[in-house]
């Protein structure tokens, strides 16, 4: 089978940095996905992992390990837009590409 | 990224009866994916569709419930098909590049 697992909610202030963990067992692991997705609207994509490390996109990283099945999402200075669902997905190959999301992590930042 | 278009956007509809669904991307794309999102959950994957063959259907879900339609490299159809409250749901189409990248999603309620 396979499982991605969030932490359920997460709750920071503006500007801390808050981290939100992924770990995930599936076959034919391709990569690791992040995506947003505020109440009422679609999933939009933040950041990807091919390799191993550390992906640096503005305010947000994402860190991947494969040996220990694990990533995470590294949000800085956190705003209160920052309020909304974030979804790990991993691509899995096995012929053709498929992504399958992780349980979501509801990050809610206080004033 | 492409631009993905989804309509309806939302619907109401009568038990037993179908909806189909439109997806249409603004370049050619290999294989799109269409999701579902129960209120407060993940994304589930439905199926993946290739443009020329039949689609590929997850665990759970199959042809006579979602019927898929891939016609060219720009556009498919999902039918969400004889209708019951359990299908009230955000269908969410979405098309492959680093990430997912989805459509603005159907809201589906079923009375």
């Known amino acids: 089978g396979q499982s991605l697992e969030q932490p359920s909610e997460v709750t920071a202030v503006e500007g801390a940095i808050v981290q939100i963990n992924c770990t995930y067992q599936?076959?034919?692991?391709?990569?690791l996905s992040w995506y947003q997705q505020h109440d009422g609207g679609a999933p939009t994509f933040l950041s990807y992992?091919?390799?191993?490390g550390l992906e640096e996109t503005g305010r947000f990283s994402s860190f991947l390990s494969r040996s220990d099945s694990y990533g995470y999402l590294l949000l800085q200075e956190l705003q209160m837009k920052d309020s909304a669902s974030y979804f790990c997905a991993v691509t899995k190959s096995s012929g053709t590409y498929k992504y399958i999301f992780g349980t979501g992590t509801r990050l809610k930042v206080l004033a | 990224s492409a631009v993905i278009s989804q309509k309806p956007s939302r619907d109401i509809c009568q038990r037993g009866t179908s909806l189909t669904i439109q997806c249409q991307v603004d370049?050619?794309?290999?294989?799109m994916f269409w999701y579902r999102q129960q209120p407060g959950q993940s994304l589930t994957l439905i199926a993946t569709?290739?443009?020329?063959?039949?689609?590929?259907?997850e665990s759970g879900f199959v042809i006579d419930k979602f019927p898929i339609s891939r016609p060219n490299l720009t556009f498919s159809t999902l039918t969400v098909s004889n209708m019951s409250p359990e299908d009230s749901s955000i269908y969410l189409c979405?098309?492959?590049?680093?990430?997912?990248?989805f459509g603005q999603g159907t809201r589906l309620t079923v009375v």
């Open positions: 599936t076959s034919g692991f391709y990569g």
């Open positions: 992992n091919g390799l191993d």
């Open positions: 370049s050619q794309v290999t294989m």
């Open positions: 979405s098309v492959e590049g680093q990430g997912a990248f």
């Open positions: 569709a290739n443009q020329g063959s039949e689609a590929t259907y």
